[in-house]
């Protein structure tokens, strides 16, 4: 297994000061690739993330657990002049500082980026926001569904004639974690040769806006206004869901070739021939004629049979899993993405990228609140000594 001396940000100092999801895994990756995450917490009850939902181990909510592990937790009163001088004491010995606080309250509490910086000009600091740094909602605040809703991408998602939806995933928040982890790698290396850090800002409505780029140039550039396709494909078909005998499954027949073998699997190889439906740009004209053939053909076996036979073609197509049929799929245990964190008994998904056939580790569960204030910020005082 690898360990943390193998791991690519072995030897990197991290300070996060996360709130419940988007910050909180960006400091989650970092962690998980081997940097040092201290996880700066308010003294009264911390990250609200360790109360978004039940309790779930120590008091602490699932949530809490998945995004925080691998990392330490100290507390410390950002709104007293002592809590700013052991921020400060850290921020001189950290790389990187990443931070979704309240637009805005960064600069009112005097922990700014430009400040900070000044302060350790080797910092990188990456502050998450909601709406962006710039612009008239620069100091609104936001939330996931907010940002899917007001960057159109409850819009685009659901069935033709319902109404809009809200994505399951968290997108726009665990998006943002990911471009600011993208940010502050690309920083430190531009650090190696410059030896200065920098300012990175991301935002929830910005990772929105990206997400939903390419409806948005259909309509910019094209003057295409997008529409809900529910599982389907407006480029493609047939490209999405069909129900079996006993159940959905989804087949993507992306081409003529494949739709040519998904024709002649379902006993029917004269589809092609068919003006209407030799390509997929015809297809896409008479999408109300095939797709109902389609149908009917397979509510004539259950899906593990059409899976089976259209696997054998290479005509790519899944079954629409429940959570506990994905759990139990030979391919979910093989990847072996989920982990048991050091002395817990439950499971968390580790990061998902390897390096040289090895996944990193979750190396420690979630901490307590302030379980590190004693070597960390006790350190930290000798040090201004």
Not at 145 to 165: H, K, R, W
Request: net charge negative.
């Amino acid at each position: 297994m690898t360990t943390q001396r193998e791991l690519p940000l072995a030897g990197l100092r991290v300070l996060e000061l996360g709130q419940v999801l988007a910050g909180p895994f960006a400091g989650a990756v970092l962690a998980d690739l081997g940097a040092e995450v201290i996880k700066i917490e308010r003294p009264d009850g911390g990250d609200d993330g360790r109360r978004i939902g039940a309790a779930f181990r120590y008091g602490d909510s699932m949530t809490f657990h998945e995004f925080n592990r691998n990392k330490k937790s100290v507390t410390i009163d950002l709104k007293s002049a002592d809590g700013i001088a052991q921020l400060e004491s850290l921020v001189m010995t950290a790389d990187i500082l990443v931070h979704n606080l309240r637009p805005g309250s960064a600069d009112e509490l005097g922990i700014g980026g430009e400040r900070l910086t000044k302060l350790n000009p080797r910092l990188i600091y990456c502050a998450m926001g909601a709406y962006g740094h710039q612009g008239p909602m620069r100091l609104t605040p936001g939330y996931e569904p907010i940002m899917q809703a007001f960057a159109g991408l409850s819009a685009i998602t659901g069935e033709p004639d319902g109404p809009p939806v809200r994505m399951g995933a968290s997108v726009c928040d665990m998006g943002t974690g990911m471009w600011t982890v993208i940010g502050a790698l690309a920083l430190l290396e531009q650090r190696r040769r410059t030896g200065r850090g920098g300012i990175v800002n991301t935002s929830l409505f910005e990772t929105a806006l990206m997400w939903a780029g390419q409806k948005v140039c259909g309509y910019v550039n094209e003057g295409k206004l997008p529409e809900r396709h529910a599982s389907g494909h407006p480029g493609m078909t047939p490209y999405e869901a069909f129900d079996a005998a006993d159940g959905p499954f989804l087949i993507c027949a992306g081409n003529d070739r494949l739709f040519a073998k998904l024709a002649d699997a379902l006993g029917h190889p004269e589809w092609p021939q068919d003006p209407r439906l030799a390509t997929n740009r015809e297809r896409l004209k008479h999408k109300a004629l095939l797709l109902p053939m389609i149908t009917e053909v397979l509510r004539g076996a259950p899906r593990k049979h059409w899976i089976e036979r259209l696997a054998a073609v290479g005509v790519p197509c899944a079954p629409i899993n429940s959570i506990p049929e994905l759990m139990d799929e030979p391919q979910t245990k093989a990847v072996g993405l989920w982990q048991t964190p050091p002395g817990e008994d439950f499971v968390l998904p580790g990061l998902p990228v390897s390096f040289d056939g090895a996944r990193p580790p979750i190396r420690s569960a979630a901490p307590r609140l302030g379980a590190d204030n004693a070597g960390l910020l006790r350190r930290t005082d000798a040090a201004d000594d």
